[in-house]
């Protein structure tokens, strides 16, 4: 398959803008041209298909530990070219730095993780029903699995794909966003070249156009996606039909509750972290805040101060702590939101525009809202975008009940030290993660995802392997006279 070199200059953003056959991937902090891209089509897609499908009998078949070394050999290669891939990443994506850093983490302890999960078990031995008999739970790979990407954590997301679905020995056909296919383009192309041909594979373009042919292909068993709602609904009624294994991430509205124990700056700058890292575009950012009325001035005028001291800019400055949005019709939407919530009576205490000083790049600055409730698109719809809306409650069980009011449940977040609280919140909350006192801190061996319309797939942990395996019971008996419940029933 050919791929547009990663390496191009950049481009002034007059030189090309996409076309029929090339897609231009833009720097968000800029609105420049960084490089192009092939614009894949439905016979690229079932090239990459075919290719992944004749690769995959050999690969299931290959040792554990063969598969291990290729994944560890993997992560080193991307260490090796750590600073080009966060460059990339950063120029493509327009979050800090320092935040890419921690992807790039991510990215390689993903690989390392899985090369180990992968060769550890693959099922069980259940007690059989006589001496004579073995009962095995073989867990086995799937075939093809199709990894549709989103552009906000264009590689820890796909690790989160790739490295499972390998380990279990299934090949793989990666989709990344049309926004950010570059740094995965590059670790295709320098980091997993010593892969059997066909085990992983690439196409880029746009949804529409090369992801749904995966979705729709026979020989596609696995799709695991990672995206909004409404292509996650699509994608479920295209395949379902089909009785694919749907592996599928979609939106979140988390709320963060603060209890009137908290202390009002550690408050302010976990809020922040939590609803601004990536400008407020992470599934797991907070969406909703919800205070304790009586002690909702002390908390808003530390979270306003803390706010109003960040810096906005451009990911490549080390300066920076937030950097732009991905693009214009995402800074639209939460523009949207905003104006909508303030048409009703929301208080804009900071924010609520772009910035003055920096007119090119797609920023918005950090916005506190105040008067807001559950009628306003802000707090009911995924807004992804540096926006804090504050609620107020008057009793713990009021702030739970709003917590779960909400379509979505993917994460949520509470500060306390009263361990009764904690404990209520941690099981009575529908979310599939909860994160006291250290908002969105996750974990190697902790599954992530999500409940209700977040969509039920789970990454990291046992469960994410899982996610790449089908289950197969055998039943083996050794004694080998026939059975005297078989025909004939009459003597
Ligand atoms: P998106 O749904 O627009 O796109 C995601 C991917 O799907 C892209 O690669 C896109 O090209 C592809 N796609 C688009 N149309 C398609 C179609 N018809 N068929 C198949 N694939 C198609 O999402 P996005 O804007 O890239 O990402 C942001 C969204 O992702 C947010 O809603 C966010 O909450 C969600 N997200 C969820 C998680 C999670 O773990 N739950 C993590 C990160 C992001």
Redesign the pocket.
């Known amino acids: 398959m050919s791929l547009q070199s990663t390496d191009a200059q950049k481009k002034n953003s007059s030189a090309t803008t996409g076309s029929d056959t090339a897609i231009a991937v833009i720097n968000p902090a800029t609105e420049e041209v960084i490089d192009t891209v092939k614009r894949g089509t439905a016979e690229d897609a079932n090239k990459a298909v075919a290719k992944a499908k004749r690769a995959f009998r050999e690969w299931s078949r290959t040792p554990a530990n063969t598969r291990a070394h290729l994944l560890h050999e993997a992560a080193a290669k991307m260490h090796a070219h750590k600073d080009r891939i966060i460059e990339l990443l950063t120029l493509e994506e327009g979050k800090p730095v320092c935040e890419n850093e921690e992807e790039f983490e991510w990215l390689t302890n993903t690989f390392d993780y899985y090369a180990e999960l992968g060769r550890h078990e693959r099922g069980r031995v259940s007690p059989s029903g006589e001496y004579t008999q073995l009962n095995m739970v073989l867990k086995e790979p799937y075939g093809v699995a199709a990894c549709?990407?989103?552009?906000?954590?264009p590689l820890l997301?796909m690790a989160w794909k790739v490295a499972p679905a390998l380990a279990a020995g299934n090949t793989v056909v990666i989709?990344?966003?049309?926004?950010t296919p570059l740094s995965t383009l590059y670790i295709f192309e320098k980091c997993w070249d010593h892969f059997p041909d066909g085990v992983i594979n690439i196409v880029t373009g746009?949804?529409?156009e090369v992801?749904?042919p995966l979705?729709l292909h026979p020989d596609v068993p696995v799709i695991a996606?990672?995206?909004?709602?409404?292509?996650?609904q699509?994608?479920a009624s295209l395949a379902a039909p089909m009785m694919k294994k749907l592996h599928l991430?979609?939106?979140?509205k988390d709320a963060f509750v603060i209890a009137e124990d908290a202390d009002p700056e550690m408050a302010a700058r976990a809020l922040a972290y939590a609803a601004l890292t990536n400008a407020g575009?992470?599934?797991t950012s907070t969406e909703r805040v919800y205070l304790p009325s009586k002690k909702a001035k002390e908390f808003t005028e530390a979270l306003i101060a803390h706010v109003k001291s960040l810096k906005l800019g451009a990911g490549m400055d080390p300066q920076t702590d937030m950097g732009p949005m991905i693009g214009a019709t995402y800074r639209e939407k939460v523009e949207g939101h905003v104006a909508e919530a303030i048409g009703k009576g929301a208080r804009l205490l900071t924010g609520g525009k772009r910035p003055e000083k920096l007119k090119v790049g797609y920023y918005y600055e950090p916005t506190v809202l105040a008067n807001v409730d559950h009628n306003m698109v802000i707090m009911r719809e995924?807004t992804?975008g540096p926006v804090i809306p504050l609620m107020e409650y008057n009793s713990f069980d009021e702030a739970i009940e709003l917590a779960n009011d909400c379509m979505f449940g993917?994460g949520a977040c509470l500060l306390t030290s009263d361990t009764l609280k904690a404990k209520m919140f941690l099981e009575e909350v529908k979310a599939g993660t909860i994160w006291i006192n250290d908002p969105l801190t996750d974990n190697y061996a902790g599954p992530?995802?999500?409940m209700k319309l977040?969509?039920g797939a789970r990454?990291l942990g046992q469960e994410g392997l899982d996610e790449f395996r089908e289950t197969k019971h055998v039943h083996w008996e050794f004694n080998t006279k026939p059975k005297s419940w078989w025909y004939p029933y009459g003597k």
């Open positions: 549709i990407i989103p552009w906000n954590y997301l989709k990344p966003s049309e926004l746009y949804g529409a992801a749904e979705v996606f990672t995206g909004s709602l409404a292509i996650g699509r994608i991430e979609l939106g979140g575009q992470v599934c995924e992804f993917l992530f995802g999500g977040s969509g990454e």
